[in-house]
T-cell receptor, first 112, second 109 residues
Framework: DTEVTQTPKHLVMGMTNKKSLKCEQHMGHRAMYWYKQKAKKPPELMFVYSYEKLSINESVPSRFSPECPNSSLLNLHLHALQPEDSALYLC???????????FGPGTRLLVL | GDSVTQMEGPVTLSEEAFLTINCTYT??????LFWYVQYPGEGLQLLLK?????DKGSNKGFEATYRKETTSFHLEKGSVQVSDSAVYFC????????FGAGTRLAVHP
């Protein structure tokens, strides 16, 4: 089983709202990732968590705040987003860092 | 730095045609190579992978061989179906995935 789940599937938020995206895996993977994907583009890495610790932040603006409460769960907290942040947000996990990544279905975010 | 180059799409084929999507990479050492597929409105699914030179990855009729001498990992399928219509991403893996731009495939009956 290589399932990564993400909630919600769709999200619409205003620029003053605070919301969170959730990602979960029960495969015992110790690395988890957040990607952002704009239309007709490849995914862009945002954050990497390795053994529940943030190991890579790809210079993401502070209005995006990741959190890894435990080895199965990864959150992305959103605050004061801009319309250009509208995108598909993908979560992925791998058994260990640098191993094969398995992606969730994504959350489609629209910022108004 | 590391990079991946894919052929530009869209690629439009008739059902049962032969498919090739070219992918070349630039990297030091021996990174793992992947093909991911993204169906409309969905996330990425791992299609196949290869971890060392001359490895052949295969899945669902798709194949790709890790060619170190030509730094390539071309995706092939002998007979495509309408259900194969999707965007295909070639990727190189180290501490993070480096994706190509993606190639859109449209298969018509």
């Amino acid at each position: 089983d290589t399932e990564v789940t993400q909630t919600p599937k769709h999200l619409v938020m205003g620029m003053t709202n605070k919301k969170s995206l959730k990602c979960e895996q029960h495969m015992g993977h110790r690395a988890m990732y957040w990607y952002k994907q704009k239309a007709k583009k490849p995914p862009e890495l945002m954050f990497v968590y390795s053994y529940e610790k943030l190991s890579i932040n790809e210079s993401v603006p502070s209005r995006f705040s990741p959190e890894c409460p435990n080895s199965s769960l990864l959150n992305l907290h959103l605050h004061a987003l801009q319309p250009e942040d509208s995108a598909l947000y993908l979560c992925a996990s791998s058994r260990l860092p640098q191993e094969t990544q398995y992606f969730g279905p994504g959350t489609r975010l629209l910022v108004l | 730095g590391d990079s991946v180059t894919q052929m530009e799409g869209p690629v439009t084929l008739s059902e049962e045609a032969f498919l090739t999507i070219n992918c070349t990479y630039t990297a030091t050492g021996y990174p793992s190579l992947f093909w991911y597929v993204q169906y409309p409105g969905e996330g990425l699914q791992l299609l196949l992978k290869a971890t060392k030179a001359d490895d052949k990855g295969s899945n669902k009729g798709f194949e790709a061989t890790y060619r170190k001498e030509t730094t390539s990992f071309h995706l092939e399928k002998g007979s495509v179906q309408v259900s194969d219509s999707a965007v295909y991403f070639c990727a190189l893996g180290r501490n993070k995935l480096i994706f190509g731009a993606g190639t859109r495939l449209a298969v018509h009956p």
